[in-house]
């Protein structure tokens, strides 16, 4: 890793590319349950003051109706992004009357999942498209899935970058070809070093008894209505959280773009016994979309993934496979309850020196055995990443935490001083010297601090969080939003409103018709 690194920041320095590295594409898409005064799940539909959830490009839900998801647009810096995402949630404010955006992660207090409601979309077909494949993950996992929350943060480098990286390594080949490998170098190596992520900002480590509602599980009991982990980081990414055992099974190989597409193709289009048993279409009904392990690509739930904007009704991975990689999609960042966002600053600046160095570093292969100690990792961190003494598997043997946390960070320090030097200042670099406190510290992690809040408070999580989720309202309400950006979301919610009615005013062929076509793709 580090001699790698050290010769590539070395080159970008010695021919005047390193500026490029501080031109960074970021969009940051944040979900939060929208909660009824008492902490419940709302009652009400996606707002219509907010517009259409199937045409806004910046406020829709996920997989829940009351799941909204809030999308920036892609920004020069972290902190315009942050700024758009603060304005993003003023506006939802000032639309949802006496209901709060829920603060964290794992969901609120849920007696039933008839409760739930499953997001909809319209008439259209494309919007039916949607919720049906909703309807397939209902049936699939059940529907409490479909109500936890997270921060995907989206990263690119700037084009200019990839011609000049590509000359200085003196490789040859197609330039689209070399962008979309570079992306998969930088998606290995994250899948190498995330669990240190999760460990640092992990940030759900209780969540509410009525999640469970009545499996069997391994949780302590902190309260009768609260149950945790003593020492676990991020609930939201263990098997407790988005999981499919019939994925378990498949081989998603991230070594190289071809590789990935046929792998997931491939689940795409292998029966699984389990969901023939539920059926397609019953009684006129569509229970899923078909009775494959993945109804779609989207269904595979990796913490990272190459991404590419698709044309309307294309399938993402064949937009990848036309047109390359266009960004990268980090997806295992909890919502941290004790922060007004969720994220801040000073953690999408550490994400964005960590993400450069995982594109400059090595460029090894991810073997089948390293795959299987990824995973056992992952699981150490999720469930006992605070635990004293914990190790961690690595090609050597075992390393403690702190060991090998250190050892990944004076590496991504190393690409903070080069992004400093370029930009100015030293905000990447404290950043990132921010973290060395918490591998020393574990009671420093957003999960300690949680569990530690809670505890003080002396209440259950659910009241806690719907506390928090009071307090970070008033923070942001108490800055004005702009007149300006009033306007334009209110015209955006009006334009999304009328695509969607022209949508659904279209002749399009039936349904059947729609979802027979797309799944030939």
Same mark, same amino acid.
């Given at each position: 890793?580090?001699?790698?690194?050290?010769?590539?920041?070395?080159?970008?320095?010695?021919?005047?590319?390193?500026?490029?590295?501080?031109?960074?594409?970021?969009?940051?898409?944040?979900?939060?349950?929208?909660?009824?005064?008492?902490?419940?799940?709302?009652?009400?539909?996606? !707002? $219509?003051?907010?517009?259409?959830?199937?045409?806004?490009?910046?406020?829709?839900?996920?997989?829940?109706?009351?799941l909204l998801e809030l999308i920036t647009s892609v920004c020069p810096t972290p902190e315009a992004a942050l700024d758009q995402l603060a304005d993003l949630h $003023? =506006?939802?404010?000032?639309?949802?009357?006496?209901?709060?955006?829920?603060?964290?992660?794992?969901?609120?207090?849920? !007696?039933?999942?008839?409760?739930?409601?499953?997001?909809?979309?319209?008439?259209?077909?494309?919007?039916?498209?949607?919720?049906?494949?909703?309807?397939?993950?209902?049936?699939?996992?059940?529907?409490?899935?479909?109500?936890?929350?997270?921060?995907?943060?989206?990263?690119?480098?700037?084009?200019?970058?990839?011609?000049? =990286?590509?000359?200085?390594?003196?490789?040859?080949?197609?330039?689209?070809?070399? $962008?979309?490998?570079?992306?998969?170098?930088?998606?290995?190596?994250? &899948?190498?070093?995330?669990?240190?992520?999760?460990?640092?900002?992990?940030?759900?480590?209780?969540?509410?008894?009525?999640?469970?509602?009545?499996?069997?599980?391994?949780?302590?009991?902190?309260?009768?209505?609260?149950?945790?982990?003593?020492?676990?980081?991020?609930? &939201?990414? *263990?098997?407790?959280? =988005? *999981?499919?055992?019939?994925?378990? *099974?498949?081989?998603?190989?991230?070594?190289?773009?071809?590789?990935?597409?046929?792998?997931?193709? +491939?689940?795409?289009?292998? !029966?699984?016994?389990?969901?023939?048993?539920?059926?397609?279409?019953?009684?006129?009904?569509?229970? +899923?979309?078909?009775?494959?392990?993945?109804?779609?690509?989207?269904?595979?739930?990796?913490?990272?993934?190459?991404?590419?904007?698709?044309?309307?009704?294309?399938?993402?991975?064949?937009?990848?496979?036309?047109?390359?990689?266009? =960004?990268?999609?980090?997806?295992?960042?909890?919502?941290? !309850?004790?922060?007004?966002?969720?994220?801040?600053?000073? +953690?999408? $600046?550490?994400?964005?020196?960590?993400?450069?160095?995982?594109?400059?570093?090595?460029?090894?292969?991810?073997?089948?055995?390293?795959?299987?100690?990824?995973?056992?990792?992952?699981?150490?961190?999720?469930?006992?990443?605070?635990?004293?003494?914990?190790?961690?598997?690595?090609?050597?043997?075992?390393?403690?935490?702190?060991?090998?946390?250190?050892?990944?960070?004076?590496?991504?320090?190393?690409?903070?001083?080069?992004?400093?030097?370029?930009?100015?200042?030293? +905000?990447?670099?404290?950043?990132?010297?921010?973290?060395?406190?918490?591998?020393?510290?574990?009671?420093?992690?957003?999960?300690?601090?949680?569990?530690?809040?809670?505890?003080?408070?002396?209440?259950?999580?659910?009241?806690?969080?719907?506390?928090?989720?009071?307090?970070? &309202? &008033?923070?942001?309400?108490?800055?004005?939003?702009?007149?300006?950006?009033?306007?334009?979301?209110?015209?955006?919610?009006?334009?999304?409103?009328?695509?969607?009615?022209?949508?659904?005013?279209?002749?399009?062929?039936?349904?059947?018709?729609?979802?027979?076509?797309?799944?030939?793709?």
């Open positions: 890793m580090l001699a790698t690194l050290e010769k590539h920041l070395d080159l970008l320095v010695a021919h005047g590319e390193a500026g490029l590295l501080t031109q960074l594409g970021h969009g940051i898409e944040k979900e939060g349950l929208r909660v009824d005064g008492s902490g419940h799940l709302a009652r009400s539909g996606h !707002p $219509r003051a907010l517009g259409s959830a199937l045409t806004h490009p910046q406020i829709t839900t996920d997989y829940a109706e009351t $003023r =506006y939802c404010y000032t639309h949802l009357g006496d209901e709060e955006l829920w603060a964290a992660s794992m969901p609120c207090e849920i !007696p039933s999942e008839a409760d739930i409601r499953i997001a909809e979309y319209g008439s259209s077909n494309v919007g039916r498209l949607k919720h049906i494949y909703r309807v397939g993950l209902e049936h699939r996992y059940g529907k409490m899935m479909q109500t936890i929350a997270g921060i995907h943060y989206n990263f690119s480098l700037p084009e200019a970058f990839w011609p000049a =990286y590509q000359r200085l390594t003196d490789t040859a080949g197609d330039g689209a070809d070399f $962008r979309s490998s570079g992306y998969f170098k930088l998606i290995r190596n994250f &899948r190498r070093y995330s669990w240190l992520l999760l460990y640092l900002f992990g940030a759900s480590p209780m969540l509410s008894r009525s999640f469970m509602q009545g499996r069997p599980h391994q949780l302590a009991t902190l309260e009768p209505d609260t149950l945790y982990l003593p020492w676990a980081t991020s609930l &939201r990414m *263990s098997d407790l959280g =988005y *999981s499919n055992r019939a994925q378990s *099974s498949l081989n998603i190989c991230f070594n190289h773009l071809d590789t990935y597409a046929h792998s997931l193709n +491939q689940a795409i289009r292998t !029966p699984h016994p389990p969901y023939e048993k539920i059926g397609v279409k019953v009684d006129g009904q569509y229970r +899923q979309l078909n009775t494959n392990i993945l109804q779609i690509e989207n269904e595979y739930y990796s913490d990272i993934r190459p991404k590419r904007v698709a044309q309307s009704g294309e399938k993402p991975v064949h937009a990848l496979m036309a047109r390359g990689v266009e =960004y990268i999609e980090v997806r295992n960042t909890d919502i941290d !309850p004790l922060k007004p966002l969720g994220i801040d600053l000073e +953690q999408a $600046r550490f994400l964005d020196t960590f993400l450069v160095t995982c594109l400059l570093c090595s460029d090894d292969l991810v073997s089948d055995a390293e795959c299987r100690r990824i995973a056992e990792n992952h699981q150490r961190i999720v469930t006992r990443g605070r635990e004293p003494g914990l190790t961690l598997a690595c090609p050597d043997g075992e390393r403690t935490l702190a060991q090998r946390g250190e050892t990944i960070l004076n590496q991504v320090r190393l690409t903070a001083e080069v992004m400093d030097a370029e930009s100015g200042g030293n +905000q990447f670099r404290q950043a990132v010297d921010a973290q060395y406190a918490k591998l020393k510290d574990p009671e420093l992690t957003p999960s300690a601090q949680v569990l530690a809040a809670v505890k003080a408070a002396g209440t259950r999580y659910s009241d806690w969080a719907l506390e928090q989720s009071r307090q970070h &309202r &008033r923070s942001l309400m108490a800055t004005p939003l702009s007149a300006a950006t009033s306007s334009r979301l209110d015209a955006l919610a009006r334009t999304s409103l009328a695509e969607q009615s022209a949508l659904e005013a279209q002749p399009a062929p039936t349904f059947d018709q729609f979802l027979a076509d797309y799944l030939a793709q």
